[in-house]
């Protein structure tokens, strides 16, 4: 017989690794699909306004004015424009070193103390705070998404599509097939509007739709040294108290591996947020910097096999897998490791690509005007909407090949895009998968750990290059940057000694490490923290005048109304109006009782101006009930 020839056995070889990977297959796609979850929600979330989209326009209003567009803002789930951290090429060089340098200091630290149990506890005490907020985070956020599904802004019915309007709760068809289409007073989607409701549950969903928008407001104010104010939500605080719960449990019960995934999940949705390469060719230095580190630590040093089975911190993903066929029976669970870092560092290449997908999104909706005598050439730029819910309007409104449920007309006005062509995205999407099972597959041969970044970085870099070259965009991909709105940002910010200075730089793409300690980069962390925490927080001045001039308005506008008297103050504001308390007389009553009485509101007797705030005027006496005579008694 003769022997079988190199196909037959390579092919006979596959089917042996398949036979016995076989039980793995669960543990494996588990791994996969946990990898895909962080980076997937991470990249929609840190989705803003790209250059390419008009900036929105700047209105002055009223204090009524701005409360009533605040709310009819609810439904429309305008987002924050964020500012990221970005990368400088020279975190090609500075990112592996400072890594190299924390792995081998923990590596020798742990061989020093021989038991890690105290290193675990200081580690996980400072993870414990910053778990709080990205679980809490991560938890808000996913419910307001499954909020979104179950009553989204827009939905198909019909034929027509239909806009839900939260205040007047109905559903207003307003494209499509609409002749003969009467408004729809259900608050539910779709073809379970058709659901008869009684009246009394009709009211609960409809308060239950506007439940995410009704947030509590916590205002603080303490003379001369802090006023702010925080808004939290229902959601918000359920992500708060599940993330102390989550956290307290790790740290004081137990480390069961579904929390430990839970808080690596907060880490890299947080981060993937927080970080951007800004310019693809930064990314791709500093993934190529990382791709040698990693082949080096794992292959020719036992230094990160080592730290990630010492520490059992939440620096990881970890999966229970099944024990080998000859593991005895009092083994340990068995389980498989992948490292944040394999997550975070591809997945910021691949949110940079999604967001690289939508400015290409509303760089082809711009209108050029061709430059006449003198004249520049103008560019008219798309207006940008928010993408914060648009996921569940395009479930309700599209099937799932992507095909509208209505008929869409050229003479009906535009409606807001349900979604955008995700090219580069989904190609490196394939990339890292194609790349992760690289892995799985070289590691369940060869029987050793495997430096997850030397098939990853190939699979996302190449996929994103090629797709480029394939489209012919090699030249707009490498010339792209996100640097430029952070450019016109901080030149808002300058300040008048700062102008003559910033005049003499010439180029001003150019960017600074994200690990730098020069000046220019921490006034740059300084505004950008100072800008997010405006938004809440302000600090009143030490000075009068400089009170008066500079903090005031702010202040009063973050804190709330007070007197000049007061010194501290704290007041928690219902989403709604309360109803006026009874042992307060209303403002109306006080005045009827003073014109029969023959008062006239707008005098007062000087008796009256020197009196306190806290004393009743006359008019507000005579309005009470009389208190009656006293009897004595014998």
């Given at each position: 017989?003769?022997?079988?020839?190199?196909?037959?056995r390579?092919l006979?070889?596959a089917?042996?690794?398949?036979s016995?990977?076989?039980p793995?297959i669960?543990?494996?796609?588990?791994?996969?699909?946990?990898?895909l979850?962080?980076?997937?929600t991470?990249?929609?979330?840190?989705?803003?306004r790209?250059?390419?989209?008009?900036k929105?326009?700047?209105?002055k209003?009223g204090?009524?004015?701005?409360v009533?567009a605040?709310?009819?803002?609810d439904?429309?789930?305008d987002?924050e424009?964020?500012?990221?951290?970005g990368?400088?090429?020279?975190?090609?060089?500075?990112?592996?070193?400072?890594?190299?340098?924390?792995?081998?200091?923990?590596?020798?630290?742990?061989?020093?103390m021989?038991?890690?149990?105290?290193?675990?506890k200081i580690?996980?005490?400072?993870?414990?705070l910053?778990?709080?907020?990205?679980?809490s985070?991560?938890?808000?956020?996913?419910?307001d998404?499954?909020?979104?599904?179950?009553?989204?802004?827009r939905?198909?019915?019909?034929g027509?599509?239909?806009?839900?309007n939260?205040?007047?709760?109905?559903?207003t068809?307003?494209a499509?097939?609409?002749?003969?289409?009467?408004a729809i007073?259900?608050?539910?989607?779709?073809?379970?509007?058709r659901i008869?409701?009684?009246?009394?549950?009709?009211?609960?969903?409809?308060?239950?739709?506007?439940m995410?928008?009704?947030?509590w407001?916590?205002?603080?104010?303490l003379h001369?040294?802090?006023?702010g104010?925080?808004?939290i939500?229902?959601h918000?605080l359920?992500?708060?108290?599940?993330a102390?719960a989550a956290?307290?449990?790790?740290?004081l019960?137990?480390?069961?591996?579904?929390l430990t995934?839970l808080?690596?999940f907060?880490?890299s949705?947080g981060?993937?947020?927080?970080?951007?390469p800004?310019?693809?060719?930064?990314?791709?230095?500093?993934?190529?910097?990382?791709?040698?580190y990693?082949?080096?630590?794992v292959?020719?040093?036992?230094m990160?096999?080592?730290?990630?089975k010492s520490?059992?911190?939440?620096?990881?993903?970890?999966?229970p897998?099944?024990?080998?066929?000859?593991?005895?029976?009092?083994?340990?669970p068995?389980q498989a490791?992948l490292?944040?870092g394999?997550?975070?560092l591809?997945?910021?290449?691949?949110?940079?690509?999604l967001?690289y997908d939508?400015y290409?999104?509303?760089l082809r909706?711009?209108?050029?005007?061709?430059?006449?005598d003198d004249?520049?050439?103008?560019?008219?730029?798309?207006?940008y909407?928010?993408?914060?819910g648009r996921?569940?309007d395009?479930f309700?409104?599209?099937?799932?090949?992507?095909?509208?449920l209505?008929s869409?007309?050229?003479?009906?006005?535009p409606?807001?895009?349900f979604t955008?062509?995700k090219?580069y995205f989904k190609?490196?999407?394939?990339?890292?998968?194609?790349?992760m099972?690289?892995?799985?597959?070289?590691m369940?041969v060869?029987g050793?750990?495997?430096?997850?970044?030397?098939?990853?970085?190939p699979?996302?870099?190449?996929?994103?290059?090629?797709t480029?070259l394939?489209r012919?965009?090699f030249?707009?991909m490498?010339?792209?940057?996100e640097?430029?709105?952070?450019?016109?940002?901080a030149?808002?910010?300058?300040t008048n000694?700062e102008?003559?200075e910033a005049?003499?730089?010439?180029?001003?793409?150019?960017?600074s490490?994200?690990f730098?300690?020069?000046?220019k980069?921490?006034?740059e962390?300084?505004?950008?923290?100072k800008k997010?925490l405006?938004?809440?927080?302000?600090?009143?001045?030490?000075?009068d005048?400089?009170?008066?001039?500079?903090?005031?308005a702010?202040?009063?506008?973050?804190a709330?109304?007070?007197?000049?008297?007061?010194?501290?103050?704290?007041?928690i504001?219902a989403?709604?109006q309360l109803n006026h308390p009874?042992?307060?007389p209303?403002?109306?009553?006080?005045?009827?009782?003073?014109?029969?009485?023959?008062?006239d509101?707008?005098?007062a007797?000087?008796?009256?101006?020197?009196?306190?705030?806290w004393?009743?005027?006359?008019i507000e006496?005579?309005?009470?009930?009389?208190?009656?005579k006293?009897?004595?008694?014998?």
């Open positions: 017989m003769s022997e079988p020839g190199l196909v037959a390579i006979g070889r089917a042996y690794e398949f016995m990977m076989q793995l669960p543990t494996y796609i588990h791994l996969i699909a946990s990898a979850f962080p980076i997937y991470g990249a929609h979330a840190s989705l803003s790209p250059s390419s989209a008009a929105p326009a700047t209105k209003h204090k009524r004015k701005r009533a605040a709310a009819e803002s439904d429309e789930g987002e424009e964020q500012q990221m951290e990368l400088s090429p020279s975190d090609a060089i500075i990112m592996p070193v400072l890594a190299g340098i924390t792995l081998t200091g923990l590596y020798f630290l742990i061989k020093w021989k038991d890690p149990a105290l290193l675990n580690l996980n005490g400072y993870f414990a910053f778990g709080v907020f990205s679980v985070r991560l938890v808000t956020d996913v419910l998404i499954g909020h979104s599904i179950i009553f989204p802004r939905y198909a019915l019909g027509a599509l239909y806009n839900v939260g205040k007047e709760k109905k559903a068809p307003v499509g097939d609409t002749k003969d289409k009467a007073t259900s608050p539910l989607p779709g073809f379970l509007s008869p409701l009684p009246e009394g549950f009709r009211t609960l969903l409809w308060m239950d739709r506007q995410p928008h009704n947030k407001t916590l205002r603080m104010y001369r040294v802090f006023a104010k925080v808004k939500g229902p918000g359920i992500g708060f108290l599940s102390v956290v307290a449990y790790f740290n019960v137990g480390k069961p591996w579904y995934n808080m690596g907060g880490f949705y981060a993937l947020q927080l970080m951007s800004t310019t693809f060719g930064t990314g791709s230095l500093i993934l190529a910097g990382l791709f040698f990693d082949i080096y630590m292959f020719y040093t036992p990160m096999v080592t730290v990630a520490l059992d911190v939440p620096i990881k993903l970890v999966f897998r099944p024990q080998p066929a000859n593991a005895p029976a009092d083994a340990l068995s490791m490292g944040l394999d997550v975070v591809p997945g910021i290449m691949i949110g940079l690509a967001r939508l290409l999104f509303y909706q711009q209108k050029r005007t061709p430059a006449k004249e520049a050439e103008k560019v008219e730029k798309p207006k909407h928010s993408w914060a996921w569940s395009h309700w409104t599209h099937s799932l090949m992507g095909r509208p209505f869409i007309s050229q003479h009906s006005k409606e807001a895009p955008f062509p090219t190609a490196s999407l394939v990339g890292y998968v194609l790349g099972l690289t892995t799985l597959g070289v369940h060869w050793h750990a495997q430096p997850a970044l030397l098939y990853l970085v699979g996302v870099v190449g996929s994103l290059w090629l480029a394939v012919g965009e030249g707009q490498w010339n792209f940057s640097a430029v709105e952070e450019e016109d940002v030149s808002k910010e300058k000694g102008e003559k005049g003499k730089e010439k180029d001003k793409s150019e960017r490490s994200f730098s300690m020069s000046d980069k921490a006034q962390r300084e505004a950008r923290m997010a405006d938004k809440h927080i302000s600090v009143d001045s030490e000075s005048n400089e009170h008066i001039a500079n903090g005031d702010k202040v009063k506008e973050v709330g109304h007070r007197s000049d008297r007061e010194v501290f103050s704290f007041s504001e989403p709604w009874r042992s307060i209303q403002r109306q009553e006080a005045s009827s009782v003073a014109e029969a009485n023959g008062h509101e707008s005098e007797s000087p008796l009256e101006k020197d009196k306190p705030n004393a009743p005027t006359e006496a005579s309005a009470l009930e009389p208190a009656g006293r009897v004595r008694l014998k």
